[in-house]
């Protein structure tokens, strides 16, 4: 093994998963429903009608799933909580059976030796608040830091580090632009409004903690795709531009205290208004860390029929493509890498999700699942990270994404993301050869990432490690406090 692939001492290891996409048991012990329940109990809304109902039972699983991670040599998890869980009305009484699931959660992790990496908001906002304007509505900013307050209360003698939302980009894009995820709106006018009330809502929460004494750290997960122009001419090069602001800049600009992009007045035009200095105030509340949600580059041309930013993405002929029409692309997660630490002032970074959908059979043939694509993505990727922090990024940690197959939103369970392979017959769990290459690099702190991953699998089974069940893997000593 070559010490050259070696990450920085103390790089946290560890893999993500979100509440609404493994849980289960969405209404158990007096939990509200979410605006997901809601969507993906309406017809149409999702691929064969797939919904969260079981998805992994985690929520009644999570003991044995606690014991996996383990076996894997997971450092740290990073998972979400079902706000509605918590409220069922979305604000007022704290539903005790609710947050206990997550105490109990917090606990067997740490007893494990794995940190929990909880997110506030992966997108299950509850539907009583939506009834009340939910995202559309200011007062999201209180309800928010509210639940916020609630669970820090609760966890903060525990968990260390903490993230408020998961994606904004995706949550009004998905949301409120498009419509294919919930609440399934299509409005552009609701769009830069559900925007802003997001950033509002992260800085009131971490606003609010501040006010606490012994804070631990906070952080926004953001998705970052960096856009490329499809050729040399200045058109796709604007149009390029636009994308990033649209996708990444709308969010991570304010959060950093430098505004709004000038793009956005552009891309929304009459549905735009300029925050107030209040608004951009809140906003820019200093974090400790930023999540970075990596998965591919967007290749894109001027087209100016597509509404609102006037970009199209242009297929690169020459890549591979993953099964959600991903180009794989590592190098721009150096890129993208380099980018948060020139732009923002090399703030530490996470990368709270990394992963890829390939084909997986729905059982695991003979109690393995050989999935080499992923098993490269995974290499691939890795290694763009340590380029990034051998050119001086302050990247501390990376999160697998997704330590289960799960409930790929709107496209169901077909689009596995999993390094663990789930039956969604028998709930049967297979670590993948993914996880179990994964396991090998974790405990040899990356230095494994310069051998031929069918070398680092081969030597892993002549250690006793059997592909397709981890029980006895190497244990690496637990991650510094
Ligand atoms: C989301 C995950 C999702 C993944 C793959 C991310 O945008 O945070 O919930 O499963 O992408 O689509």
């Given amino acids: 093994m070559s010490d050259e692939y070696r990450f920085p001492d103390g790089f946290l290891w560890g893999a993500a998963t979100s509440a609404y996409q493994i849980e289960g048991s969405p209404l158990a012990d007096g939990a509200g429903p979410s605006i997901w329940q809601r969507f993906v109990h309406t017809p149409g809304r999702t691929v064969a009608g797939d919904t969260g109902d079981i998805a992994c039972d985690h929520y009644n699983r999570w003991r044995d799933d606690v014991g996996l991670m383990q076996s894997l040599g997971l450092q740290a998890y990073r998972f979400s909580i079902n706000w509605g869980r918590i409220f069922p009305e979305g604000t007022g009484r704290v539903n005790e059976a609710g947050i206990s699931f997550y105490d109990r959660l917090v606990d067997a992790l740490l007893a494990a030796g794995i ?265 691939r990727h890795l290694c763009a990270v340590l380029e990034a922090i051998r050119q001086g990024a302050d990247v501390r940690g990376y999160m697998a994404w997704s330590l289960f197959d799960n409930l790929e939103w709107s496209l169901g369970f077909a689009r596995r993301f999993g390094i663990v392979h789930v039956n969604f017959e028998t709930q049967e769990r297979t670590p993948k050869d993914s996880a179990v290459y994964y396991s090998q690099i974790i405990a040899s702190n990356g230095s494994a990432l310069g051998s031929e991953p069918d070398a680092v699998l081969l030597s892993a089974q002549a250690r006793g490690v059997p592909l397709g069940s981890v029980d006895q893997p190497v244990r690496v000593a637990a991650h510094g406090s």
Avoid at 278 to 299: C, F, K, M, S
Avoid at 306 to 323: I, L, Q, S
């Fill in 115 to 379: 940190e929990p990496l909880p997110t506030l908001y992966h997108w299950d906002l509850p539907a009583a608040l939506d009834d009340r304007g939910g995202w559309l509505n200011p007062d999201i900013a209180h309800w928010f830091a509210d639940y916020a307050e609630a669970m820090f209360r609760r966890l903060d003698d525990r968990v260390k580090r903490w993230a408020t939302l998961n994606e904004p980009w995706v949550i009004t894009d998905g949301g409120y632009l498009h419509g294919a995820l919930a609440p399934g709106h299509k409005n552009l006018f609701e769009t830069p409004i559900a925007s802003r009330n997001l950033l509002l809502a992260h800085g009131a929460a971490v606003q609010r903690y501040r006010a606490i004494p012994d804070a631990t750290t906070w952080a926004l997960s953001s998705i970052s795709n960096p856009k490329y122009p499809a050729t040399f001419e200045e058109r796709d090069r604007e149009a390029a531009e636009r994308s990033a602001a649209y996708m990444n800049r709308q969010y991570l600009d304010p959060v950093f205290g430098l505004g709004c992009p000038a793009a956005m007045q552009q891309i929304f035009g009459q549905a735009w208004r300029e925050w107030t200095d209040e608004e951009l105030a809140l906003a820019a509340q200093p974090i400790d860390w930023l999540g970075v949600n990596y998965y591919t580059r967007g290749l894109m041309k001027d087209a100016p029929e597509k509404w609102p930013v006037g970009a199209d993405y242009v297929a690169n002929p020459e890549a591979t493509y993953t099964e959600t029409v991903w180009e794989v692309f590592d190098q721009g997660l150096t890129e993208t890498l380099l980018w948060v630490k020139e732009r923002y002032g090399n703030p530490p970074v996470y990368i709270t999700e990394n992963g890829s959908a390939f084909y997986d059979p729905p059982v695991a043939s003979r109690g393995r699942v050989r999935d080499p694509l992923r098993v490269d993505y995974l290499q």
